[in-house]
């Protein structure tokens, strides 16, 4: 057995485990990092790189054919083939040579295997062929392992050979038939990208289409997906799978209905990777979700830090905002937490110190890339009425704004933005339309600096672009004083 020292070591090189080695580094630390697949994690090969690229050119085609002179120059159909190529080149053809490379520019350690906590402060690597090297951290262990698709038990399900989102991500074939089981995020995204590549997709969902964003926004996404030809149920569940000797995949619903795929993708939330990173030398419980203090360390079952706080998590696996851009977030501010550690600095975590990861509670973006696009920040009516406080939506036709008119015949879409009655600031802003993406970060940055509403009117949108929606909601919501 080898043994290392170094003061981090870091289990998982996804986006996360890589900012927080990252970061450690530029503060003088030495720091090893572990990783049993691919250098880049989950987003780089399986997650958001591919689906966006498998949903992009269909977005271009659709943005075209909604202007004449530019519909009159689209002769020919979508081309999977070319779809499917050009997201191949954004998995990097999932090989990890350039993420490798980076991280030995940055100067970070790289131990390739499968990492397990054995005892305070030190992780066991285990290679490919059963080797293992000891790493002790002089300072800080990071658990950065991401998730897993969670795949429910469900009759035949596991026999019938499913795909997950990895799957769907990286498949080389367009299905003819495609089920998709879930209605959240991924389920949205796949139904709409393999309609757009010729699949005829039949998406099952028990909480409805996209539960967690405003109601007018995911009633757009679902009218359009019936619109491509997706069949929906929307308060269904699957009892059982059989795939049958022709390969078919043959779905029972819990009402009764019966149908068939050649392909099932199982999108219904995900795993903690914890199984197996040993938790169970630390006290804690295999396969749980780590939750974490203010600084991001883990917490024992008695809620305070493990140890004398030696472990931190972040990103994914601990689950406070499970997307690339938030996870990066906390590991910028985690690194730095790691380095004033090391050398006695104080550490700021305040609401919006340094050292917080304070936007996970308040503004967190994302961007639904299904037809017509959702971005969303904040909370919604509702889950700001759930957080008991007290607020004032109002929303508007996205379609009658100059510059959304212009920007496509025929445009329809809708935004809303949710208003803290007792501070007079915004909370929470949703936009569903196409091309509305680049909205989203105005909205962000006034939630996260707690602009008051009176100042907001002092911000104004240039003519005649879409944006002019935030004179348009401001005026529906009037004057503040
Ligand atoms: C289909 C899909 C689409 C998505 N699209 C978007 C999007 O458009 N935008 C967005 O912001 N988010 C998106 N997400 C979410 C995004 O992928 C995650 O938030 C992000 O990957 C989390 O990064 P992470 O570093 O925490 O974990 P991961 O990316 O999962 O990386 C964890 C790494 O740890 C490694 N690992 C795990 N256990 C061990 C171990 N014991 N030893 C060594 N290595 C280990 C894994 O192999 C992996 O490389 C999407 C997710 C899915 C499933
Ligand atoms: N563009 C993006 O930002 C993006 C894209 C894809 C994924 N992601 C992230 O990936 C994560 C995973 O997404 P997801 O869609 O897998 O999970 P999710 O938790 O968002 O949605 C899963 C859905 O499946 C439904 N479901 C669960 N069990 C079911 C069953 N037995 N039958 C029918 N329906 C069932 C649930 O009601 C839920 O709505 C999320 O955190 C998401 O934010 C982000």
């Known amino acids: ?19 927080v080695a990252d970061g450690a580094v530029q503060g003088g630390l030495s720091v090893a990092i572990v990783e049993s697949e691919l250098v880049g994690g989950e987003c780089s090969y399986w997650a958001c790189m591919p689906t966006k690229a498998l949903l992009r050119d269909a977005a271009a085609l659709r943005a075209a054919r909604a202007l004449p002179g530019a519909n009159s120059a689209v002769t020919g159909e979508l081309d999977p083939a070319a779809v499917l190529a050009r997201r191949d080149a954004f998995a990097s053809h999932w090989h990890d040579d350039g993420q490798v490379a980076w991280l030995d520019g940055a100067g970070v350690a790289l131990f390739r295997g499968v990492g397990r906590i054995s005892a305070a402060r030190t992780v066991e690597v285990t290679d490919a062929v059963g080797h ?10 990071v658990l950065a392992t991401g998730t897993s698709a969670r795949v429910p038990h469900i009759s035949g399900l596991s026999d019938a ?11 080389q074939a367009v299905p003819g038939r495609l089920a998709i089981i879930g209605g959240g995020v991924v389920g949205a995204e796949m139904a709409t990208a393999y309609a757009a590549l010729g699949s005829h997709v039949t998406l099952i969902a028990r909480d409805g289409l996209l539960p967690a964003v405003e109601p007018f926004a995911s009633d757009l996404v679902a009218e359009t997906l019936k619109a491509h030809g997706v069949t929906l149920h929307l308060a269904a569940e699957p009892t059982g799978f059989r795939r049958d000797e022709a390969r078919t995949v043959q779905l029972t619903l819990v009402d009764g ?40 360390r883990v917490l024992g079952a008695d809620g305070t830090p493990v140890g004398d706080g030696w472990l931190y998590a972040a990103g994914d696996v ?28 104080l550490v700021d975590t305040s609401p919006w110190g340094r050292h917080a990861a304070t936007a996970d509670e308040h503004a967190v973006p994302q961007v639904i ?33 100059a510059g959304a008119a212009l920007h496509a015949d ?33 909205a962000t940055i006034a939630i996260a600096a707690e602009v008051p509403i009176d100042r907001l009117w002092h911000a104004v949108p240039a003519y005649p672009t879409i944006s002019e929606i935030w004179l348009r909601l401001l005026e529906t919501y009037g004057r503040t004083a």
């Open 132 to 141: 293992t090297t000891v790493l002790k951290a002089r300072q800080a262990v």
């Open 318 to 345: 601990n689950r406070r905002a499970p997307l690339t851009h938030q996870g990066k977030y906390q590991a910028r501010a985690l690194g730095e937490t790691i380095v004033a550690r090391a050398s006695g600095a």
């Open 1 to 19: 057995m080898n043994e290392n020292l170094f003061d981090v070591v870091v289990i998982g090189a996804g986006p996360v485990g890589e900012n």
């Open 369 to 401: 890339f299904t037809d017509p696009e959702i971005a969303t920040v904040g909370h919604t009516a509702a889950s700001a009425e759930a957080a008991g406080i007290r607020v004032r939506a109002v929303e508007y036709d996205l379609g009658a704004v």
């Open 257 to 296: 209905t019966t149908l068939a795929a050649d392909e099932v993708l199982v999108a219904t939330g995900r795993t903690p990777n914890t199984a197996t990173v040993g938790l169970d030398h630390i006290g804690l419980t295999p396969g749980d979700w780590l939750r974490v203090d203010e600084s991001l």
């Open 410 to 442: 025929g445009y329809t879409g809708r935004a809303g933005m949710i208003v803290d009655e007792d501070r007079k600031v915004l909370v929470g802003f949703t936009v569903v339309g196409p091309d509305v993406a680049e909205l989203l970060h105005a």
């Open 161 to 171: 050979a499913p795909w997950t989102s990895r799957e769907a991500a990286s498949a």
